[in-house]
């Protein structure tokens, strides 16, 4: 069975700097897909970032940008310019490729908080 | 603009009542969702359906059962609730094939109190 393991349950930056949140991953499968969700205090997942384990080149979305390390199984989320708006539990999720029905294994999830 | 709704955003109830969870979404989507979520667990999947009346144990899938009687319609059922079963519930829907790259959409979830 496929794990996700998020080390940092909390995490802390300020404002206008960088954090990385990290992310490690089980898997024997090839195929398969990696997320960020952001939960903010509303409660509303919202998906940051994903990344297709096929491609090489790490995912970038605005501030947001991933460090996918296939062969280390490691898959860390950097936030760049930091805003008071990205403080929120953060998840890594896993989805395997194929006819999988778009299950997705989740991290434990880690808190940011932002200080200004 | 909502596209996931689950029913009630708090709940409470008694030890040993029957409790149903809804959740609907209006995207078409073929595949549905249950999660609960607890500090220091995660997301754990409770229960799938992949269409109409199909539907597929996930990893804590006792103490639940789901109905799935209309494409955007997907139930959560807890036929006795008891006071471990206290949590946040989260209802989400997803595409097959290519939509494997959108992820999920979430509703905004369900906070039940067991007492």
């Known amino acids: 069975a496929q794990t996700v393991t998020q080390s940092q349950p909390e995490m802390s930056v300020q404002e206008a700097e960088t954090v990385t949140l990290s992310c490690t991953y089980d898997?024997?499968?090839?195929?398969?897909?990696l997320f960020w969700y952001k939960q903010p205090p509303s409660r509303q997942m919202i998906l940051v970032i994903r990344?297709?384990?096929?491609?090489?080149q790490n995912a970038t979305e605005n501030r947001f940008s991933v460090n996918f390390q296939k062969a280390a199984k490691s898959f860390s989320l950097k936030i760049s310019d930091s805003q008071l708006g990205d403080a929120a539990m953060y998840f890594c999720a896993y989805r395997r490729g194929g006819t999988s029905y778009g299950k997705l294994t989740f991290g434990q999830g880690t808190i940011l908080t932002v200080h200004p | 603009d909502v596209k996931v709704t689950q029913s009630s955003r708090y709940l409470v109830k008694r030890t040993g009542e029957k409790v149903f969870l809804e959740c609907v979404q209006d995207?078409?989507?073929?595949?549905m969702f249950w999660y609960r979520q607890d500090p220091g667990l995660g997301l754990r999947l409770i229960y799938f359906s992949y269409d109409v009346k199909m539907k597929e144990k996930g990893d804590i899938p006792e103490g639940y059962s789901v109905s799935r009687e209309k494409k955007e319609r997907f139930s959560l059922i807890l036929e006795s609730a008891s006071t471990n079963q206290t949590s946040m519930y989260l209802c989400?829907?997803?595409?097959?094939?290519?939509?494997?790259?959108?992820?999920?959409?979430f509703g905004s979830g369900t906070r039940l109190t067991v007492v």
């Open positions: 989400a829907s997803s595409s097959p094939g290519q939509g494997a790259l959108d992820g999920y959409t």
């Open positions: 990344q297709e384990a096929y491609k090489q």
């Open positions: 995207m078409d989507h073929e595949n």
């Open positions: 898997t024997s499968e090839s195929d398969y897909y």
